[in-house]
């Protein structure tokens, strides 16, 4: 296969990158970003790094860790991890992730295998936030895959097995892992599940059987866990239109603004736990089923790695409680603390349109909190 096949989805070379943070260096928002990362340093610091830039691992190295360092020293009560283990040797994998937060999912897994000395991965991103030649430049210098969304069903299977052998080729060459997310778009409802259509993608590019097509991708599920979930007011918002609709319709720059309040929302504590890779057997037993059972078959095993992987918070305790209309969990958390979860809930509601029914906006925030709780009960 050769990098031209691929060069319409495929990051940028370290030659384009380097053009690319040149272009960015220039960007007029750039010394207020830098400004609100680097309270104490002259707003031209971000700019003059990117200019010094000579390849990605030197973007990632040199910027990129600074730049999420400063958002968890800012906006967080502290970033852990764990299972870091199950990355094994030199051998490559697909990262399959739940999916919370735009930017920060992938973002914060990069920081954890560069703080661990681990090469970090390729990125699944969806093209919608390839939109403007600004955060092409970024996101591409920073080792996104695009993901072609917004197309016709033709269009999007000729799409999907492009991806697909990119994807297979990328790892089984040994070129590089990948991360994707379970499934297109940010979980709402704090429920986390894999899309059939995104495993099936997988076996597009495969020349085995169902086994091999599987097995050589190496998955590993990762389960990402915030204190205070990014954007769980507009979550909520977009629950309840859509409830009330039918349908929900992003505004122009809706992206943008999702990414800018995940970033500077207060997150409380981040964890990410880093799954067992899912075994052949797993994937033999899978392999029994007929068609697409097949695939239910696999995706019911990588939502269990990703629910076992949750790191539980009051504020998912508190969730629940609420939700259910009990006290099951009052032992995880003071009456203070719910006070207090009940006032954060009503200040972050309160900043959404009054005609918005609050009542129900309430139960629905409520839900994001509390549903990674039911999750892990329903998974004993």
């Not at 979980?187 to 899309?195: A, F, P």
Request: hydrophobic share 35%; charged share 25%.
């Amino acid at each position: 296969m050769s990098d031209e096949e691929f060069s319409n989805i495929s990051p940028y070379t370290d030659e384009e990158a380097v053009a690319a943070l040149k272009r960015l260096s220039h960007h007029p928002m750039l010394p207020f970003i830098s400004k609100y990362l680097f309270p104490k340093e002259r707003v031209n610091l971000l700019a003059k790094a990117l200019r010094k830039v000579e390849s990605i691992d030197d973007f990632q190295q040199t910027v990129m860790s600074k730049v999420v360092s400063a958002v968890v020293d800012s906006t967080s009560a502290g970033f852990t991890y764990d299972g870091i283990e199950n990355i094994k040797g030199d051998r490559k994998f697909l990262a399959i992730s739940n999916h919370r937060d735009i930017i920060l999912d992938p973002a914060l897994t990069q920081w954890t295998f560069f703080n661990e000395g681990l090469p970090m991965t390729q990125i699944c991103v969806g093209s919608n936030l390839l939109s403007s030649r600004t955060f092409e430049d970024l996101l591409r210098s920073n080792r996104m895959i695009k993901v072609i969304r917004g197309i016709s069903a033709r269009e999007l299977y000729l799409c999907s097995q492009h991806l697909s052998r990119y994807i297979r080729h990328t790892i089984t060459s040994g070129t590089a892992s990948v991360w994707i997310a379970q499934r297109e778009g940010r979980t709402k409802n704090g429920l986390d599940v894999s899309e059939q259509g995104i495993l099936k993608m997988f076996d597009l590019s495969g020349t085995g059987d169902f086994k091999n097509n599987f097995q050589e991708l190496n998955m590993i599920p990762m389960s990402i866990s915030y204190e205070y979930e990014p954007c769980d007011a507009r979550k909520a918002r977009e629950l309840l239109i859509k409830r009330e609709t039918g349908s929900y319709t992003k505004k122009p720059n809706e992206d943008m603004h999702s990414i800018l309040t995940g970033i500077r929302q207060w997150k409380g504590g981040i964890h990410l736990s880093i799954g067992k890779p899912i075994t052949e057997l797993e994937i033999i037993r899978a392999s029994w089923y007929e068609k697409n059972d097949r695939y239910q078959a696999i995706r019911r095993t990588i939502d269990r790695r990703i629910i076992a992987g949750y790191k539980l918070w009051k504020t998912n305790y508190m969730g629940y409680d609420l939700m259910t209309g009990t006290d099951r969990f009052a032992e995880m958390y003071t009456p203070e603390d719910l006070e207090n979860f009940k006032a954060y809930t009503e200040h972050k509601l309160g900043k959404l349109e009054r005609r918005l029914d609050r009542d129900a906006l309430r139960v629905i925030f409520w839900h994001i909190y509390g549903n990674p709780v039911l999750a892990k009960i329903e998974s004993v």
